[in-house]
C-alpha cells in the first residue's frame, strides 16, 4: 500500500478505537456493575450457608440440593428466557428479569426449612437463568470478535469482584445476627436482594438494544461500528461457509459436533465453577475450623484478587496473540492443579494457595471461552446457541453442589468432591483442544474499498 492509501487506513484505526473505547466506558462500567448484584444473588446462599445450616436443619446434602435446584430451573428456563429477549429486545427484558430475580432472592430470607429454601431457590433460578446467556449475546450485538475476549473478561471480572466484595461484606452482615429479630443470614438476603430490583429500573432507561437506537452515539461513530461489524461478519460468513447451507434449520444449525463439544466443555468447567461459588466458604472453614465468620470473608476474598489479576492479564495476552485454543485450554488444567493441591495437604497455607489456582485458572478458562462459540453459530442462531451451551452446560453447576455435598456427607471431607471435579477439569481441556477454533479473528479495520457507502448508512 502506498502513502497516499494508508492514511484514510491509520484514520479509520483511530475512528474504530474512539468508538470502541467509548463502548467500553458507557457499557461495560454499566454491565459489570449489573452483572456483580447478578452473581452476588446467585452466591450469597454459600454465605449465609456459614449459618443457615444450623437454623433450618439442613445437612450438607440438603444444602447442596438447595443450590442443585438452582440450577436445573435456571438451565430449564435459559434457552427460553433468550428467545424473549430476541423478541422483546435486551433493554426491557434484563429489566424485567432483574426486578423479578432481585425480589426472589430476597424472600429467601423467609425460609423457614429445606423445602421452602428448595422453592425460592428455584424461583430464583427461573428469574435469573435469562440474564447471563442474554448479556453474552448482547455484547456480540456491539463488539467486533477482536475485542470481545477483554470485553467478556471485563464483564466476567464481576464474578471475582463480587467474590472478594460479598466475602469481606458477607462476613459482617451475619454478624447483624439478631438485630431487629433477624438472623444474620436474613439480613445477607434482604442487603443483597434489593439493589438488583432498584437496577432493574434503570436498565429500563439507560440500555439501548442496538447500536443504532444509541442516542449517545453520534453519526460518525454509528457508522465506524457498524462498518467494523459488517466487516466482522463478512469474515464469520467466509469461514463458515464450507458448512453452511442456506436451508439449514435454526436447530440444525445449533446441534453440531463443534456446539456440543463447546456445551461438554463448558459442563466440565461449571462444576468447578459452581464449587468456587457454593462451597468456598464452608471448604475455608473446614481448613480454619476456630475462625470467625468475618476471618473466613476475609480468607475467601483472597483467591478472588489473585483472580481480578490473572483473568485481565490472560486475557489481554490473547487478545495481544491472537489465540484462543492454548488460552482456553491451559487454565483448565491450571484449576485441576489447583484442587488436587488443595485436597493433598492438610496445610492451610497451601491448601489456599490450592483454591487461588483454582480460582483463577476457572473464571480466567470461562472468560477466554465465551470469544470463540459464536463463531460457531449462524448470526441468525446465535441468541439460541450461546444459550444451549450456557444452559446445557450449566447441568453442571447443578450436579456438583449436591454431589460435592453428598460426598461430605458420606466421607466427612471436602477432598472427594475435589478430585471429582478436577477430573472433570482435565477431560474439559481434552474437549477445547479438539475443538476446530479457528485463529482469533484480526481486527477487522475497514477497507473502504470494499465498503460501499450503501453498506454503511443506518
Given at each position: 500500500m502506498n502513502q497516499v492509501d494508508s492514511q484514510p487506513h491509520k484514520a479509520q484505526s483511530a475512528a474504530?478505537?474512539?468508538?470502541?473505547?467509548?463502548?467500553?466506558?458507557?457499557?461495560?462500567?454499566f454491565l459489570f456493575i449489573l452483572f456483580v448484584f447478578s452473581f452476588l444473588d446467585r452466591i450469597n446462599i454459600?454465605?449465609?450457608?456459614?449459618?443457615?445450616g444450623q437454623d433450618l436443619g439442613l445437612s450438607s446434602t440438603m444444602f447442596g440440593l438447595a443450590a442443585t435446584l438452582f440450577y436445573v430451573t435456571y438451565v430449564i428456563f435459559g434457552i427460553p428466557s433468550n428467545i424473549m429477549l430476541s423478541i422483546v429486545g435486551a433493554r426491557r427484558w434484563i429489566a424485567t428479569i432483574m426486578v423479578l430475580w432481585g425480589i426472589a432472592s430476597t424472600c429467601t430470607l423467609f425460609a423457614t426449612g429445606p423445602t421452602s429454601l428448595y422453592v425460592l431457590r428455584m424461583i430464583?433460578?427461573?428469574?435469573?437463568?435469562g440474564f447471563l446467556p442474554g448479556i453474552l449475546v448482547y455484547l456480540t450485538y456491539w463488539f467486533p470478535a477482536y475485542y470481545r475476549a477483554r470485553a467478556n473478561a471485563l464483564f466476567m471480572i464481576a464474578m471475582p469482584v463480587t467474590m472478594a466484595i460479598g466475602s469481606l461484606v458477607s462476613g459482617y452482615i451475619l454478624a447483624?445476627?439478631?438485630?431487629?429479630?433477624?438472623?444474620?443470614?436474613?439480613?445477607?438476603f434482604l442487603l443483597e436482594g434489593i439493589p438488583s430490583v432498584l437496577l432493574g429500573v434503570v436498565v429500563w432507561f439507560y440500555l439501548d438494544d442496538t447500536p443504532a437506537k444509541a442516542k449517545w452515539l453520534s453519526a460518525e461513530e454509528k457508522s465506524s461500528l457498524q462498518a467494523m461489524m459488517e466487516a466482522d461478519k463478512r469474515q464469520q460468513t467466509a469461514a463458515a461457509a464450507p458448512r453452511q447451507t442456506s436451508s439449514r434449520s435454526l436447530w440444525r444449525e445449533v446441534f453440531t459436533p463443534i456446539v456440543l463439544m463447546y456445551t461438554l466443555a463448558y459442563f466440565c468447567l461449571t462444576n468447578t465453577l459452581s464449587a468456587i461459588n457454593i462451597w468456598t466458604p464452608q471448604i475455608l472453614q473446614s481448613f480454619n475450623q476456630n475462625s470467625s465468620n468475618i476471618v473466613i470473608g476475609i480468607l475467601a476474598?483472597?483467591?478472588?484478587?489473585?483472580?481480578?489479576?490473572?483473568?485481565v492479564w490472560w486475557s489481554k495476552r490473547s487478545d495481544r496473540l491472537q489465540e484462543r485454543k492454548r488460552h482456553t485450554a491451559l487454565p483448565y488444567l491450571f484449576a485441576a492443579a489447583g484442587w488436587l493441591l488443595a485436597?493433598?495437604?492438610?496445610?492451610?497455607?497451601?491448601?489456599?494457595?490450592?483454591?487461588?489456582?483454582?480460582s483463577v485458572g476457572s473464571f480466567t478458562a470461562m472468560a477466554i471461552f465465551w470469544t470463540t462459540p459464536d463463531r460457531a453459530i449462524s448470526l441468525e442462531a446465535r441468541a439460541v446457541g450461546i444459550a444451549l451451551i450456557n444452559a446445557t452446560g450449566n447441568i453442571g453447576s447443578a450436579v456438583s453442589p449436591l454431589l460435592i455435598g453428598w460426598l461430605k456427607d458420606l466421607t466427612g471431607s471436602f477432598n472427594s468432591g475435589l478430585y471429582f471435579v478436577a477430573g472433570l477439569l482435565v477431560i474439559g481441556a481434552l474437549l477445547v483442544w479438539r475443538i476446530p477454533m479457528n485463529a482469533a479473528q484480526r481486527r477487522s479495520t475497514v477497507n473502504h474499498d470494499k465498503i460501499t457507502g450503501d453498506e454503511l448508512a443506518p
Open positions: 474504530e478505537q474512539s468508538v470502541i473505547n467509548k463502548l467500553f466506558r458507557r457499557l461495560i462500567v454459600g454465605f449465609a450457608g456459614l449459618t443457615m430464583v433460578g427461573i428469574t435469573e437463568a447483624l445476627d439478631g438485630v431487629l429479630n433477624l438472623k444474620g443470614w436474613q439480613w445477607l476474598a483472597i483467591p478472588q484478587i489473585c483472580t481480578i489479576a490473572g483473568m485436597s493433598a495437604t492438610h496445610h492451610s497455607l497451601i491448601q489456599l494457595l490450592g483454591i487461588i489456582m483454582a
